[in-house]
């Protein structure tokens, strides 16, 4: 028995501001984006290296206020990389976790909580 990889959907409630989040913000890129007609809701990919995120508008495809766990194993120059965007909302900083990993989080613009992680490393 085996299992693909895993694609969380988060909610999202602009497009501008997820693109300034996730795209200007994060350094993810749009992979693609769908809306059933102009003026309904956007959904849309969005992938930095092998790390992929569905981002929708929709009302029933996800709960605002997720958390998930993203791992890296180049934590230390990813902070630098958002250091340097001096994005006016978020100024994360990396914190030690009691089982030995080293975690950065970030909150996006509509409540979902993403933690950078090197838990891969330890």
Known sequence: MSFGKTTPILRIFDEAKAVEFYVDFLGFQIDWQ????ANFPLYLQVSRGECVLHLSEHHGDATPGSALRIETDE??????QLQNKDYAYAKPQIQATPWGSQDLTVTDPFGN???????ICV
Do not use: G, I
Request: aromatic letters at 18%.
């Open 34 to 37: 769908h809306r059933f007609e």
């Open 75 to 80: 934590l230390e120059a990813f902070q630098q």
């Open 113 to 119: 909580r993403l933690v950078f992680t090197n838990a």
